[in-house]
């Protein structure tokens, strides 16, 4: 497995990650068992890879970290994230997380310091654990960045002087703002040390600014949505375009995507969100192949053009 610096924080991480924070939810969005997702998480740890993604209280899947990575904990980096809505005032489980979290980002609300700290506590007791090695504020809206750098951050500041965050990141909510209007304001921020980005190489404006100004400051860099939604309903020439690239170099869909993201100038590492793990094992296999020709780049750059994915 090849292993990255993750800019500034000075975490070593693999080039791919194992996301649980997608839809998928290491298979169990796909009827897969608790029992399947502890596997998938082992799996991962086989095949070399150190960077696991959880989701904090409003994923219900923290918990299957725990089990996965029970004895192996060592040289492992582990990420989650919380969310900035209001605390929910009659009720607490996920389904009220995930709705607070979603009103605060259409409205542009944040929680104060104080509930962002009691929700991190209750997440490192999710984890069982007394330190996490990135937390990310998540999905992020443009409309909050203000009031999260004002409030939110100075005390994820307090928390990482405290031991209990080593690194503090930021994730944008790439389907909502698919040209990181939030992530252009949060890469000049220096009290943030890793940006989780949409990337792909239908929409690769990340590319254009927000990755190399990331990279300029030494903040890490993942990037999330390598393969998730290239099959939306504009991709109208993505079944003629992967016939003729597996024609010219043998690649799927999923080769494709995971070596264009991988070797990408500026980002460090490229989360998947599998649930299976023969897929795992492709998508790391991808990761770890040689980088796209340019014969291939240019292909891919014309048959983007022309179906105009923005």
Known sequence: MDTVRLGRSQLISSVIGLGGGSSG????????????????????????????????????????LVEGLAGRRQGILLATKVHLGIDP??????????????????SGLVCSAATLRKRVERTLRSLKTD?????YLHAVSPRQYALVAERILPELLRLREEGKVQAIGITEAFLKDPKHRMLEAAVTDANLDV????????????????IP??????????????????????????ETFTREIAEAGAFDLADLA?????????????????????????????????????????????????DDPR
Request: hydrophobic share 40%; proline share 3%; charged share 25%.
């Open 25 to 64: 939810r290491f298979g169990l969005a796909k009827g897969g068992t608790k029992s399947d997702a502890v596997r998938l998480i082992r799996t991962a740890l086989d095949l070399g890879i150190t960077h696991f993604d959880g989701a904090g209280l409003a994923g219900g899947v923290d918990e299957l």
């Open 195 to 210: 940006v989780m980005v949409g990337f792909n190489f239908r929409n690769a404006s990340a590319g254009e600014h927000v």
């Open 89 to 106: 005032p009659f009720a607490s489980g996920k389904s009220a997380q995930r709705l607070s979290s979603w009103t605060a980002r259409r």
């Open 131 to 135: 330190r996490v090695d990135v937390l």
């Open 258 to 306: 995971y070596r264009y993201c991988r070797h990408h100038s500026g980002l460090n590492v490229v989360l998947t969100g599998t649930g299976n793990p023969e897929h795992l094992r492709q998508n790391v296999r991808s990761a770890l192949a040689p980088p796209l020709s340019e014969q291939v780049l240019a292909h891919l750059k014309k048959h983007v053009r022309e």
């Open 213 to 238: 100004a990331a990279a300029k400051a030494d903040m890490g860099t993942v990037g999330m949505f390598a393969l998730r939604g290239l099959f939306r309903r504009k991709a109208r020439h993505i």
